[in-house]
């Protein structure tokens, strides 16, 4: 169909059940499930492509698209004597779009044979309900999926330690001690164990109800299992230990279950050697095969078509239908409209002051010509909190791609980014610390910083801090050797009575 403003086809017939206005995945599945169900069923998006706010896009495209969402779009409004047409507004959804180039190689060839997410880093686990959803509507049929070959977390140093999720993993894990091996498969046995038939080995209503991270610490389990468990496999977002500032305290019946869902997704599919699936050739495979069940079903999708407004009833103020871009009044019972569009008379005080105090979600697309890991194509890697930087209260995700999944030429890789945070430079900084962790040589081993001199009186806290570089940069040394005559020809006896001399 054609572009928004320009002429379109009449809609015909003129009168829905349901009209779904965008062709991302909330909205495409509704469209979906209500043509399934026998509703007369229109889809509207007002670009040439599926997917809207889920889609995947070509480098100039997804630009573009961003870019094109801070714009104030406007179209007329015709005058009826039965509706008041109420002008629908775009919502900016992003904040601030920032492009950067690390390297001095010439532009990247092939741009338009790239695939980039827009709700990226996000990957489906073989368990959850999204995948059940897709296998019993039968959309599976329009689609691929390839697996996401292992998890890595950062840990205190900065190393990417593999994440083992698994009872084979562990026992094949090299990075493990023999005690940290024992602890984790105690851990998975007591918890395998809860959904068992027998009501001993149920975990107590009082552990279920404590913090995840109290229960792990009861259990015995060490800092560094803690933390594999809580960002790695259950995903918290939140640094779980500043319970003041954590905003999704994960408590153990929450835990427990989302471990158990982690681990089930582990063989559920012969040809899935791990727990996460992703779509070949992007996420927007999904809304785009749910709108193709949806047309299966008689539903009638529409790209390339612009709303203009909500029609209401002058005499009761009710909803009635929307006009279209081309002036085409279209009717239904009820509509469905995406998050970037508003009703602003409909729209309260209180309810901007909400959607501007919920968290922000910062997201970075990086594209690099070689891997995270050189052993290692599709990944996923968690800096947990405080793993970047002192101040660091959230998780930040990465998911890395390779050509293998059909989102960028060969020997590219596309590594997707995000974190939670209040304020974009809060974000910046943190997927920042994250690029330069992953992608740039870390100088800190080698290179160290000595002190300016403190407020105190006397050298001991000087002194301490100066150790503690030596130490980082000479582990396995002794601080301060010992003066002997041997080194010191000067020396002529011990060092209290060169002190004495002195004093003297």
Do not use: W
Not at 134 to 147: A, P, R
Not at 438 to 452: H, Q, V, Y
Request: net charge negative.
């Amino acid at each position: 169909m054609g572009d928004a403003g320009s002429s379109y086809p009449l809609v015909e017939p003129s009168n829905f059940d349901l009209i779904v206005v965008g062709t991302g995945i909330p909205e495409s599945i509704i469209a979906s499930a209500a043509s399934a169900a026998g509703k007369k069923v229109i889809q509207l998006d007002p670009n040439q492509f599926y997917g809207h706010h889920y889609a995947s896009l070509a480098i100039d495209g997804l630009v573009s698209f961003l870019r094109s969402q801070s714009r104030v779009l406007s179209h007329p409004i015709n005058v009826s004597d039965d509706y008041s047409a109420v002008p629908l507004v775009n919502r900016p959804l992003y904040s601030e779009l920032e492009i950067n180039s690390y390297s001095s190689d010439p532009p990247i060839e092939d741009s338009g044979k790239f695939n980039l997410d827009l709700v990226g880093p996000r990957a489906f686990l073989c368990s959850d309900k999204m995948i059940d959803l897709i296998l019993n509507t039968g959309v599976h049929n329009y689609m691929e999926f390839k697996s996401v070959e292992a998890s890595f977390m950062s840990d205190v140093t900065g190393k990417l330690v593999y994440v083992p999720d698994s009872r084979s993993a562990i026992f094949k894990d090299r990075t493990l001690s023999l005690t940290e091996k024992n602890q984790l498969m105690k851990f998975f046995k007591l918890v395998q164990g809860h959904f068992s038939e027998n009501a001993e080995d149920k975990i107590s209503e009082e552990d279920l109800d404590s913090t995840f991270l109290e229960f792990l610490s009861k259990v015995g389990l060490s800092e560094k299992l803690k933390s594999f468990i809580l960002y790695a496999i259950v995903q918290a977002n939140y640094d779980q230990a500043a319970t003041g500032i954590c905003r999704d305290l994960i408590y153990t019946k929450t835990g427990i279950d989302r471990l158990a869902r982690y681990h089930s997704s582990i063989g559920r599919f012969p040809n899935a050697n791990s727990a996460m699936l992703y779509p070949m050739y992007g996420h927007v495979e999904l809304p785009q095969a749910f709108c193709r069940r949806a047309a299966v079903k008689g539903g009638i999708c529409g790209l390339g078509m612009a709303t203009a407004a909500v029609l209401m009833d002058k005499d009761n103020g009710l909803y009635r239908g929307v006009q279209l871009a081309s002036g085409q009044q279209i009717f239904s019972p009820q509509l469905i409209l995406p998050p970037s569009l508003s009703i602003t008379s409909h729209l309260s005080d209180a309810a901007h002051s909400r959607e501007r105090e919920k968290a922000k979600v910062a997201r970075g697309i990086c594209i690099a010509r070689a891997s995270i890991r050189p052993d290692t194509d599709n990944c996923v890697v968690f800096f947990p909190p405080r793993s970047l930087h002192p101040e660091q209260i959230t998780c930040v995700r990465v998911l890395q791609l390779s050509s293998s999944m059909a989102v960028c030429p060969s020997g590219m890789f596309v590594s997707y980014l995000s974190t939670i945070c209040d304020e974009d430079e809060e974000g910046k900084r943190l997927l920042n610390a994250a690029i330069n962790a992953l992608f740039f040589d870390d100088f800190s081993n080698c290179i160290g910083f000595a002190t300016m001199p403190d407020e105190h009186l006397q050298y001991g806290e000087l002194l301490d801090v100066t150790e503690k570089l030596f130490r980082k940069l000479y582990p396995d040394d002794e601080f301060v050797l010992s003066t002997t005559s041997d080194d010191d020809p000067t020396s002529g006896g011990d060092a209290s009575s060169e002190l004495d001399q002195i004093n003297e």
